[in-house]
T-cell receptor
Framework: DTGVSQDPRHKITKRGQNVTFRCDPISEHNRLYWYRQTLGQGPEFLTYFQNEAQLEKSRLLSDRFSAERPKGSFSTLEIQRTEQGDSAMYLC????????????FGPGTRLTVT | KQEVTQIPAALSVPEGENLVLNCSFTDSAIYNLQWFRQDPGKGLTSLLLIQSSQREQTSGRLNASLDKSSGRSTLYIAASQPGDSATYLCAVWGGDKIIFGKGTRLHILP
């Protein structure tokens, strides 16, 4: 297993467009997390899944944001009607109970909204 | 509401020195605490995980301690090297949320 992967690595979009990001976790990991990080800040928690169930959503996750993990494997994060304030690095992580839920992060998707 | 603070925000030290990074949190009811490093423009690399029942963890030149009662964790780096230059982040898991500090930017001077 090569670790957590994210696609695309970079995305430039115009304001008002919809974008979708994909995260593939480490295969045996049952938990998957999404974060947003802006320059000079620590990652901000957005949401997490245990298998296919979405267990927690941050207030940061407005109605324009939706995340899915339909089969408990990969996950997608969609942002509708993007705004310039959505420009950030979107990070995905996964974990499993056998390692005390130690989180392993992917390389991130950098979103630029013009 | 859990708040995580990391001090100092930035640190420059000569190569070879031992150093300590600090992380404090306001709510002691945590499940675990994890230290990461982040290189510019990259994702996070896990360094050490300390579960709530543990007091410290060690990996190579790194040692992390946890004192839940005082709401503090420290990351000790021994014999620092230029390759240790990065941003170091701590994250606290409590309830169903994970809260990160803003990080300490570490620069090791050759």
């Amino acid at each position: 297993d090569t670790g957590v992967s994210q696609d695309p690595r970079h995305k430039i979009t115009k304001r008002g467009q919809n974008v979708t990001f994909r995260c593939d976790p480490i295969s045996e990991h049952n938990r998957l997390y999404w974060y947003r990080q802006t320059l000079g800040q620590g990652p901000e928690f957005l949401t997490y899944f245990q298998n296919e169930a979405q267990l927690e959503k941050s207030r940061l996750l407005s109605d324009r944001f939706s995340a899915e993990r339909p089969k408990g494997s990969f996950s997608t994060l969609e942002i509708q009607r993007t705004e310039q304030g959505d420009s950030a690095m979107y990070l995905c992580a996964s974990s499993w109970p056998g390692q005390g839920y130690e989180q392993y992060f992917g390389p991130g998707t950098r979103l630029t909204v013009t | 509401k859990q708040e995580v603070t990391q001090i100092p925000a930035a640190l420059s030290v000569p190569e070879g020195e031992n150093l300590v990074l600090n992380c404090s949190f306001t709510d002691s009811a945590i499940y675990n605490l994890q230290w990461f490093r982040q290189d510019p423009g990259k994702g996070l690399t896990s360094l050490l995980l300390i579960q709530s029942s543990q007091r410290e963890q060690t990996s190579g030149r790194l040692n992390a301690s946890l004192d839940k009662s005082s709401g503090r964790s420290t990351l000790y780096i021994a014999a620092s090297q230029p390759g240790d230059s990065a941003t170091y982040l701590c994250a606290v898991w409590g309830g169903d949320k994970i809260i990160f500090g803003k990080g300490t930017r570490l620069h090791i001077l050759p």
